[in-house]
């Protein structure tokens, strides 16, 4: 036998054999299986979050453009303008002026005032002197006036000095860490570069911040369930006011692990706060095919309508704060904040003095049915979207949104169909032009909804 013919048969044999073990697993029926297997698809690299952000705004929600843009507005002075006739109404607010007082307390309660040694709930002047603090420290910014920088660092140094804890017998109190938390954090930072604030009163402020409020909204924001109930207990804005707050005094303390905080609750978090629990579902098309995006309905959209809007006016301001840090909130996974705010809008907006429409795209919402709560007797199916007494609530935040995804995004007026709708409406008080207003405006109430939100949106982010 020649050589070339032993190679030949050594090789034929060598590949029966590999065909043989390749395909052993692949027999059926005496036949082999010559299908190759799917292979496992390669595991997602993990998301890498960055090690710093832009903290070169005058605070996390109000960028210095903005700041500027409102000036050349002003020093226009046109009567017609959107952005001048918000700046009239503005100076207007009780909580703009120079004559402002703080009225501080050691220790805060917002909710069960029981064990806290306080006789009772005692937020009220909390929530107002910080919506003064923030207002007086924007008037400063914009008139260049003395008397606003001086009236608003008296506020944040009383508070920093007097108040040392905030409490309650029930979990209330985290709405207040977050609520009035971002609102005081974005006053200091935006006066820190004040000449006449000392250097060593702002580090007092700085660690106010940093030990009474930011270790509240860290542990909300990490377990937001707490000892007794599942992570998606608490209503969205529960967590939404907590991660502005994280924003904002990260910014403030130029902490970028603060920030990230916030950013990963967001992007993956576990609790109501996170977007995809925020809006459960996938958006869907307008059936009435007026908006070019899309509609999706909120964790609250079943529950009422006055927390439906609530979600939207807190979750722009905290989209903003992420934005204006270097962070697109408002884009991720394809503007799905944009298609909730649609859906609210549709749903909540009287461009008109009447409703838009008698019925709403939904999909069935089960509210802590098999969860985790250790009280089983409180769960909720909402099967259609609510239409309760608060439907129609207005709260400020439309002309933010609007402006975003239609002017700074490009994505142009059809996107926002609704949302416009909705700015607009809100941008006259009894048929006067004055924009949407902001904390402590009568239209909003005087309880504590008329200060969840900073607000002034027309004349902040009017382009």
């Not at 590949?15 to 005496?30: M, R």
């Not at 009220?124 to 420290?137: E, I, K, N, P, V």
């Not at 649609?342 to 019925?359: R, V």
């Not at 924009?435 to 909804?449: H, T």
């Amino acid at each position: 036998m020649t050589m070339k013919k032993i190679f030949l048969m050594l090789g034929v044999a060598a590949f029966t054999l590999q065909l043989s073990t390749a395909c052993t697993d692949y027999l059926e029926d005496g036949k082999v299986n010559l299908e190759i297997p799917e292979q496992p698809e390669e595991p997602e690299e993990p998301f890498v979050y960055p090690t710093t952000y832009n903290f070169n705004n005058p605070c996390a929600l109000i960028a210095q453009e903005d700041i500027d843009r409102v000036k050349q507005k002003v020093a226009a002075a046109d009567a017609n303008d959107l952005v001048y006739a918000s700046w009239l109404n503005f100076c207007k607010s009780q909580f703009a002026q120079s004559s402002y007082k703080a009225s501080p307390v050691e220790i805060v309660v917002r909710g069960d005032a029981t064990g806290t040694g306080v006789a009772s709930e005692n937020y009220g002047s909390c929530m107002r002197d910080a919506a003064a603090a923030l207002q007086l420290a924007l008037r400063w910014h914009i008139s260049g006036e003395k008397a606003y920088a001086d009236a608003a660092i008296a506020i944040l140094n009383d508070w920093a000095r007097v108040c040392k804890k905030i409490t309650a017998n029930d979990r209330n109190f985290y709405l207040l860490a977050g609520f009035q938390g971002y609102t005081f954090a974005c006053a200091g930072d935006m006066m820190r570069n004040y000449e006449g604030w000392a250097a060593a009163d702002i580090e007092i402020f700085k660690q106010w911040m940093l030990t009474v409020w930011y270790p509240l909204n860290r542990e909300f924001t990490l377990n937001p369930g707490g000892t007794n109930d599942c992570a998606l207990h608490c209503w969205s804005n529960w967590q939404l006011c907590n991660m502005a707050s994280l924003l904002a005094i990260g910014h403030l303390t130029q902490n970028p692990e603060i920030v990230t905080l916030a950013y990963k609750n967001f992007r993956e978090g576990e609790g109501s706060g996170a977007l995809n629990h925020m809006i459960p579902y996938d958006p869907v098309e307008d059936p009435d095919h007026k908006t070019t995006g899309m509609l999706a309905q909120s964790m609250e959209s079943g529950r009422d309508q006055g927390h439906a809007t609530l979600v939207i006016s807190m979750n722009a301001e905290m989209c903003q704060m992420a934005w204006n840090l270097g962070i697109d909130f408002w884009g991720m996974e394809n503007n799905k904040v944009l298609a909730m705010c649609e859906y609210t809008a549709k749903w909540n907006a009287k461009p008109n003095g009447s409703f838009l429409t008698t019925t709403m795209p939904f999909t069935t919402y089960y509210y802590c049915i098999d969860c985790e709560c250790k009280n089983k007797n409180h769960g909720a199916t909402h099967t259609t979207v609510s239409n309760d007494e608060g439907r129609g609530t207005i709260r400020p935040g439309w002309d933010l949104i609007y402006n975003h995804y239609a002017k700074v995004k490009g994505l142009g007026d059809e996107a926002c169909y609704y949302s416009k709708l909705f700015a607009e409406q809100l941008r006259y008080t009894n048929g006067t032009l004055t924009g949407d207003g902001g904390a402590g405006d009568s239209r909003y109430g005087g309880n504590s909804s008329a200060f969840d939100q900073f607000g002034w949106g027309t004349m902040l982010y009017t382009r």
